[in-house]
């Protein structure tokens, strides 16, 4: 018998991408191999091809914000089967993959009483060029800032586990993770700020293995893993930054640079045990123990050299030019264990207690060499090499314990209810290095304590298609650690819904409230943030389906704060006011599918916008009862009140050949 | 005639086990082995003819046919009476959601040959033999619908329990409210989503959780629903209520990582660190700190309009003793230039290299 040949795709046009093409054919592979693992043909469902891209306005705050950009793209495949020969049930879902900016792979296969392999890829285009954050030269009309970045996220996580024994299921697993591309940056050197080209190479990886056990009243799991990290980062002046953001002078002299180059890398490895196991005591007694460790290890290394004219108050010197060496170690030592306790009064009431605690320890060192070339005093006088080595040093120790109770009856005919406290402990020590140029004082290092009281409760409720739901949460503290901490925070949220018609409609309305508050003394912490949300959905007819949202929230927010430049205390307000409205419909008129939907929201306050989306999309049968062309319109216009530097309107139209079987 | 049996099927080794494969290869032995006896005994019959003349020509004759047609013709026993049927149909005769049944996971090892065995649907539904034999009385099979369903149906095998999730005892189980069957759809499920779950979740999740729809309606967002993050990336549905997963900062049930950490380092793996110099907000707090994650009409998806507020509002040194409220920087907020705290504490995340973050 002839064998059956798999035959792979002719390689795709060169203008996706190397990097496209090599995952697109992939994916065709493992399609096709997947398909040979059935002995039957499995069904399959694919949606691909080509966007385009029409764009008006601000090409910066659009790939900031949305990032469709033209291109290939296979914007679902689903193969799915229960049948097979190396594997009795597989499925392989790709979302989005292609010109993205993001996709996702997603295969979940097995054979029962032998083993389930998954693999989840993930892969982001990273774009961020804003007008006006990082701009000082915003009134200047220059965009965009000096912080952009357009970098590639690639994710991949892989398990598999072995289920041929019953009381023991070993695994293994692995993580990838790089991030990396080019972007911008700035660097504060000498009494001004340069921008610099950044090249960014971040790599991460995990191996971890473990194994889930089942013993009767005991069941849990031990896995252990170890992360490591490998950060590459280059930066140099870019062109034209030789003058600095600053154009006036120091002390009569001109600040600039003739060339800034810096070469940074740390790397760093991190092992880590997480445990947990429960023990069924009796029928309605369940203990329930978890314990993290990690253990992070970090090494840096930075060359740097700069050349130009410069000042620095710290050695009070005008100086020509810098190289800086800079070597540092990190750790992060973490482990969090807890005992919980769940006993069941009857099948429908139980009752919760939870202990656990915390304890997390940062320690940093870092030995910085600097040389200062050709450097003279503020006089013109002394001219030398200066060189300074500080040894510099801090420790951050945290510890956390939280006690809780809870209780809940479910199932009591149409209701439900919850309510539950808990006391968490906090207590922080931190310890600042002296050779810092700040104030030495209670005001940074020192032992920091807070207790946070909680008290929660919820209810539920649902009859014949009526619902409601209400939940309550208030928490106090006696002291905050960050000044922007709480000491009492209200949070309510009411729902009620109903679903009606034979569940053909269904409507809702949620309010949300928090009001997180310190009204101390040089404080005067007050916030208040609502959302009140309208939403139904109906079928009026087999091949109608109808919606419409409403939503309005407003946040605000007020804080003292004092002036750095004067001392003068003033107060922080923020305020948010933003409504939405959408609606949709989808109808079908065989062998066409139809859906359109609006959105518009407006928000007000400090960062007034508007933001408009129109989406229509139709899915045709015509070609043939497995064939379909699909057609996508997309619109978002995004206007600012001012500036307008942000301003764009972004049409997206796809064209999508649909095959299934 | 060649009755030497020419099978595409035999030789492939496909179809042999067939049961009328097997009653056709046994006939056609049969006949084969008559017509090669008939060759003998013609031959013998031939031999003895040519002794005895033709007298027993008509009785060979006869014998022959008789031997070689008994098999052939051969009078067949009458049919026995035809049983009353015992087993039901296939469901998937009636019912078009078993016919699609073949891909949802729960049919995993009652597939064969494309078609879904009945062992499929009666672990749920129940044994359909009477409600098929009764031309589909729908009060002899069993529905599951709502808590009452969920109860006696999915949580009889997926009734999990570890030190996160408790799908008994988690805030979507279990109640009139929602339960399993509010989420998973088990034959209407979105073709796309994976877990059987009745929409995308972004839709599903929004229904009730309208904070969610800042996903759709803000401009800076994590992007759900378009490839690579969903509403589980971060959320573990299943969770405990209020349950405690990290810090009293984190109390929603979210899906750590592998070594126990906030989902967001999950992606952002480069802020983990550790870093020599850590930003206090993140070390003694998390993202949240400073970050709004479930969307934000401000840049970097900040709880501020701008970079300076988020920052002043704790390096404020009003003479409390909290961390932050140092260093005193003699910055002048009226300058643009020192507006964008940024522009110069570049690692804002926590820096290797300098104690300033500056670089």
Redesign the interface.
């Given at each position: 018998?002839k064998r059956e040949e798999v035959v792979l795709p002719a390689p795709l046009p060169s203008n996706l991408g190397p990097r496209t093409s090599n995952l697109l054919g992939a994916i065709t592979v493992l399609v096709l191999s997947a398909t040979t693992l059935a002995?039957?043909?499995?069904?399959f469902?694919i949606e691909a091809g080509f966007r385009f891209l029409d764009l008006k306005g601000s090409g910066d705050m659009y790939r900031?914000?949305i990032n469709e950009r033209s291109g290939f793209l296979i914007r679902?495949l689903?193969l799915?089967?229960?049948?097979g020969t190396f594997a009795?049930?597989y499925?392989v879902?790709v979302?989005?993959?292609g010109v993205?900016?993001?996709?996702?792979l997603?295969v979940?296969l097995g054979k029962?009483n032998l083993y389930r392999f998954t693999l989840a890829y993930?892969?982001?285009n990273a774009f961020?060029a804003?007008p006006?954050?990082?701009?000082?030269l915003?009134?200047q009309g220059i965009v965009p800032?000096?912080?952009t970045y357009d970098r590639e996220?690639r994710?991949i996580d892989a398990d598999l586990e072995f289920d041929k024994w019953s009381t023991i299921t070993p695994f293994i697993?692995f993580?990838w993770?790089k991030?990396s591309g080019p972007g911008t940056?700035?660097?504060?050197l000498g009494g001004d700020?340069f921008l610099l080209n950044s090249s960014l190479a971040?790599r991460?990886a995990?191996i971890?293995a473990g194994a889930s056990f089942n013993f009767s009243k005991f069941?849990g799991?031990l896995?252990e893993?170890w992360?490591t990290?490998r950060?590459h980062e280059t930066l140099n002046l870019a062109p034209g930054a030789g003058t600095g953001?600053?154009s006036g002078t120091i002390l009569g002299t001109p600040i600039s640079a003739s060339g800034i180059s810096?070469d940074?890398h740390?790397s760093?490895h991190?092992p880590?045990t997480?445990a947990?196991v429960?023990s069924q005591i009796t029928n309605r007694v369940?203990l329930?123990?978890?314990y993290?460790r990690?253990s992070?290890?970090?090494d840096?290394n930075?060359d740097e050299n700069a050349a130009g004219s410069f000042v620095s108050f710290a050695i009070s010197r005008l100086f020509a030019g810098l190289t800086d060496q800079?070597s540092?170690?990190?750790?992060?030592n973490t482990w969090?264990g807890?005992l919980?306790a769940?006993i069941g009064l009857t099948d429908k009431i139980?009752l919760?207690a939870?202990a656990?605690r915390?304890h997390r320890s940062?320690e940093?060192?870092?030995l910085?060499n600097d040389l200062f070339l050709q450097s003279v005093n503020f006089g013109g006088l002394d001219p030398r090499d200066v060189q300074t080595v500080i040894n510099?040093h801090?420790s951050?120790e945290?510890d956390?314990d939280?006690v809780?109770l809870?209780g809940?009856a479910?199932?009591l005919?149409?209701?439900?209810v919850?309510a539950?406290a808990?006391i968490?402990d906090?207590d922080?020590t931190?310890t600042p290095?002296l050779a810092?140029?700040?104030?030495p004082?209670?005001?940074?290092g020192?032992r920091?304590t807070r207790r946070?009281t909680?008290l929660?409760a919820?209810g539920?409720?649902?009859?014949s298609g009526y619902?409601a739901?209400a939940w309550w949460r208030h928490d106090s503290a006696d002291d905050?650690?960050?000044?922007?901490?709480f000491l009492t925070r209200d949070r309510y949220r009411l729902?009620g819904g109903w679903n009606g018609l034979g569940n053909r409609i269904?409507l809702?309305v949620?309010a949300?409230e928090s009001t997180p508050k310190n009204d101390?003394t040089?404080?005067d912490y007050s916030a208040k943030i609502r959302?009140l949300?309208a939403?139904a959905e109906g079928a009026p007819a087999q091949i109608v389906r109808l919606r419409l949202?409403i939503?309005r929230f407003r946040t605000d927010?007020s804080?003292?704060?004092?002036?750095?430049?004067t001392f003068a205390?003033d107060t922080?307000i923020?305020i948010?006011s933003?409504n939405?409205a959408?609606g949709g419909i989808a109808f079908t008129l065989t062998p066409v599918s139809f859906d359109a939907s609006v959105?518009r929201?407006t928000?007000s306050?400090?960062?007034p916008?508007t933001?408009e989306r129109i989406a229509l999309r139709a899915i045709s049968r015509l070609i043939h009862e497995h064939y379909g062309l699909t057609a996508e319109w997309n619109r978002d216009t995004?206007n600012e009140a001012s500036p307008s530097y942000g301003d764009f309107r972004g049409d997206r139209i796809g064209i999508y050949l649909h095959y299934s079987r | 005639m060649n009755f030497e049996f020419r099978s595409s099927k035999l030789e492939?080794g496909k179809g042999a086990s067939s049961p009328f494969f097997v009653l056709r290869s046994n006939f056609v032995r049969r006949a084969s082995l008559a017509l090669a006896k008939r060759k003998e005994n013609e031959e013998g019959v031939s031999a003895g003819l040519r002794r005895h003349g033709d007298r027993l020509k008509p009785v060979r004759t006869l014998f022959v046919l008789l031997c070689f047609a008994t098999p052939l013709f051969a009078q067949q026993p009458p049919p026995a009476p035809a049983a009353a049927p015992t087993e039901p149909p296939p469901c998937s005769t009636c019912h078009e959601e078993a016919k699609q049944f073949?891909?949802?996971?729960h049919?995993?090892?009652?597939?064969?040959?494309?078609e879904v065995s009945n062992d499929a649907c009666t672990p749920c539904h129940g044994d359909g033999t009477e409600h098929a034999l009764s031309g589909g009385d729908k009060s002899k099979i069993t529905v599951p619908r709502g808590?009452k369903g969920a109860?006696e149906t999915c949580l009889l095998c997926h009734d999990t329990?570890?030190?996160r999730i408790?799908r008994k005892?988690g805030m979507h189980?279990?109640?009139?409210?929602?339960n399993c069957l509010t989420c998973h759809s088990i034959h209407h499920s979105d073709?796309?989503q994976?877990h059987l779950v009745a929409r995308p979740q972004l839709d599903l999740c929004g229904?009730?959780h309208?904070?969610s729809?800042s996903f759709?309606?803000?401009?800076?967002r994590h992007?759900l629903d378009?490839?690579?993050?969903e509403c589980s990336s971060c959320h573990e549905p299943h969770g405990?209520?209020?349950?405690?997963v990290?810090?009293?900062a984190m109390i929603d049930p979210l899906q750590l990582t592998?070594?126990?950490?906030a989902p967001c380092l999950g992606?952002h793996?480069?802020k983990?660190?550790?870093?020599?110099?850590?930003h206090?907000?993140n070390?003694?707090?998390d993202c949240t700190?400073c970050h709004e994650v479930h969307g934000s009409?401000?840049?970097?998806q900040l709880?501020?309009?701008?970079?300076w507020?988020v920052c002043?509002?704790?390096h404020?040194?009003?003479?409390?003793?909290?961390?932050?409220?140092?260093?005193?920087?003699?910055?002048?907020?009226?300058d643009?230039?020192y507006?964008?705290c940024?522009?110069?504490h570049?690692a804002i995340h926590g820096s290797?290299?300098?104690?300033?973050l500056?670089?």
């Open positions: 018998m002995a039957q043909t499995p069904p469902d900031t914000q679902s689903t799915a089967g229960n049948e009795d049930f499925r879902d979302s989005d993959l993205g900016p993001s996709g996702s997603r979940d029962s993930r892969q982001t961020s804003l006006a954050f990082a701009n000082p915003l009134d800032g000096q912080h996220r994710m697993g993580s993770n991030y940056s700035t660097y504060t700020e971040n991460d995990e971890r069941s799991q896995t893993g992360q990290f950060d953001n600053s810096r940074d740390a760093g991190t880590y997480n947990y429960t369940r329930i123990g978890d993290v990690l992070a290890n970090s840096s930075e800079i540092g170690d990190a750790h992060n969090r807890g919980r769940e139980d919760f939870d656990r915390e940062l940093g060192a870092a910085i510099a801090n951050l945290r956390e939280v809780s809870s809940s479910r199932s005919g149409p209701f439900a919850r539950g808990s968490s906090q922080v931190v290095d810092e140029i700040v104030v004082g209670a005001s940074q020192g920091f946070v909680s929660d919820s539920t409720w649902s009859h619902s739901e905050p650690i960050l000044r922007t901490d729902r269904r809702g949620t949300e101390r040089g404080f959302q949300t939403d949202s939503s927010t804080i003292l704060y004092r002036h750095p430049e205390t922080s923020d948010e933003g939405s959408e959105l929201f928000n306050g400090s960062n916008f933001l995004y | 492939r073949i891909t949802n996971p049919a995993r090892g009652a597939v064969t040959k494309g808590v109860n329990t570890t030190n408790s005892n189980a279990n109640s009139a409210a929602v073709p796309h994976a229904m009730c309208t904070q729809a759709r309606n803000k401009p800076y992007r378009h490839g690579g993050m405990r209520p209020g349950a405690t990290r810090s009293i592998s070594a126990g950490e992606c793996t480069e983990r660190g550790p870093f020599v110099f850590p206090g907000a070390a003694i707090g700190a009409v401000n840049p970097k709880k501020r309009a701008t970079v507020q002043i509002e704790c404020s040194p009003i003479a409390n003793d909290t961390i932050g409220s140092q260093p005193p920087s003699f910055h002048n907020l009226n643009p230039r507006r964008n940024t522009t110069c570049v290797n290299r300098d104690p300033q500056l670089k």
